[in-house]
């Protein structure tokens, strides 16, 4: 599967942890990523992250390189590319389909006022801003 293809399967919450630390760190086994998410889920255990990393391959959101030991797993999709995905999937079921609704709804109680003089800028770079 392409990094630019659209992801097939929607990662739950726990994949979406995991996906963090394997954009941040790169192919990594099951030890390195169980490593990594230990100081946000000290909770979890090596056999849960090895099974969720396993059950991740199947469903297509992970690739695994069994040529050496231990495999090394890396996500199919670019972070761009899958965050863009699960934003357009939730536009479409919690706006109605209207970015414009979203960035309202975002920037009403959700943006410092530091990240909204960096969105003013971004606009006026893009000759967005009116």
């Given at each position: 599967?392409?990094?630019?293809s ?6 739950t919450a726990?994949?979406?942890d995991l ?15 169980h490593?990594a ?10 056999a849960t ?28 999709h670019?972070?761009?590319k ?6 357009r ?7 109605a ?22 969105i003013?800028?971004l606009?006026?770079?893009?000759g967005?801003?009116a």
């Amino acid at each position: 599967m392409s990094k630019t293809s659209p992801p097939a399967a929607r990662p739950t919450a726990a994949e979406l942890d995991l996906l963090q630390v394997l954009w941040r760190l790169g192919p990594a086994d099951a030890k390195a990523v169980h490593d990594a998410l230990l100081p946000d889920r000290p909770e979890a255990t090596y056999a849960t992250v090895l099974r969720q990393l396993q059950v991740m391959h199947g469903k297509g959101l992970l690739a695994r390189d069994e040529s050496q030991r231990p495999q090394l797993y890396a996500p199919v999709h670019a972070q761009d590319k899958l965050q863009q995905s699960l934003v357009r999937d939730f536009i479409a079921k919690a706006f109605a389909g209207s970015g414009k609704a979203l960035v309202l709804a975002a920037l009403k109680n959700h943006v410092s006022a530091k990240e909204r003089a960096e969105i003013r800028r971004l606009l006026a770079k893009n000759g967005d801003e009116a």
